[in-house]
């Protein structure tokens, strides 16, 4: 069979696809050691095809393995959990650079732009809150800081939007979600990077987490396909985090000011004062 008969109908999609959540469904049913080979012999296998092959979806692919191992392998040298995410996801921005260095993606795929992003800032933020604040009902976890100080609050902020956020949003939306959609289709291509998205969170071994995840790519999907910026999604991702592991287990109650104020300010906006600077615009040009 030759190589574009297996791209026309996908065929090669299947087994890097499969090996993905067949480790995931491993991790989940709690046995990481038959999952990690797995993972590394389906990294081994994307990086081979990719030499050799002219297919943009493996690079995509391979960063999902590589992430797996990365959070495995890396040894935690912090006692807070906080300062793990930092070693997690620093190491990804060395493939994340060679991939936009191969121009597997270009800058304008991968919303490397902040063109748009003041008018999707409150978007992303009432977004963010919320899908936090609905995990929290799924996971209950602590606070991820150990106090309410200036320095550790600051810390889980940058950590969640500059590391988390641009990370994983990178590889998830900007990358797997693009890809997938070119070849796929716009519906095709956003479902099944969510589901990876979802069961790549599969270390919770929650069913329900899993689902809710899921839902969760779908809404930041959505979301990059409305902006084009991959700062905005990263934003949005890292406001998630802040309200799941800090604001949430702190007050609940200050979360629905913070959903409702800025998705307050975006339907303003939006609906009411961009027609009311069209109209001025027009009225100045009829007047002109």
Do not use: C
Not at 255 to 271: G, H
């Amino acid at each position: 069979m030759k190589v574009e008969d297996t791209t026309k109908y996908n065929l090669d999609l299947i087994l890097p696809v499969f090996l993905i959540f067949l480790a995931e469904l491993l991790i989940f049913l709690g046995n990481p050691s038959a999952a990690m080979p797995i993972h590394a012999l389906n990294l081994v296998f994307l990086s081979l095809s990719t030499i050799y092959l002219n297919n943009r979806v493996y690079p995509a692919l391979m960063l999902l393995p590589l992430f797996r191992l990365l959070n495995v392998a890396m040894p935690v040298f912090f006692n807070l959990t906080l300062y793990s995410y930092s070693l997690v996801y620093a190491p990804m921005f060395i493939p994340i650079y060679f991939i936009l260095k191969e121009n597997f993606l270009i800058s304008s795929e991968a919303g490397l732009t902040f063109k748009g992003f003041w008018f999707y800032l409150p978007l992303a933020i009432s977004l963010g809150f919320a899908l936090g604040w609905g995990e929290y009902f799924v996971l209950h976890p602590q606070m991820l800081t150990a106090g309410l100080d200036i320095k550790n609050v600051f810390i889980l902020i940058v950590t969640m939007i500059l590391f988390v956020g641009v990370v994983a949003e990178f590889v998830f939306r900007s990358s797997l979600q693009t890809v997938l959609q070119g070849r796929l289709g716009s519906k095709a291509g956003l479902i099944l990077s969510s589901m990876i998205f979802g069961f790549m969170h599969s270390g919770y071994h929650l069913p329900l987490e899993l689902l809710y995840v899921s839902f969760a790519g779908m809404v930041f999907g959505l979301l990059f396909l409305l902006s084009k910026s991959l700062p905005v999604i990263a934003l949005a991702h890292g406001v998630t985090n802040i309200s799941l592991f800090l604001i949430a287990p702190l007050d609940q109650g200050v979360l629905v000011y913070l959903i409702a104020l800025p998705a307050f300010f975006f339907v303003m906006y939006a609906f009411v004062l961009k027609r009311i600077l069209a109209k001025l615009k027009a009225t100045n040009r009829k007047d002109s």
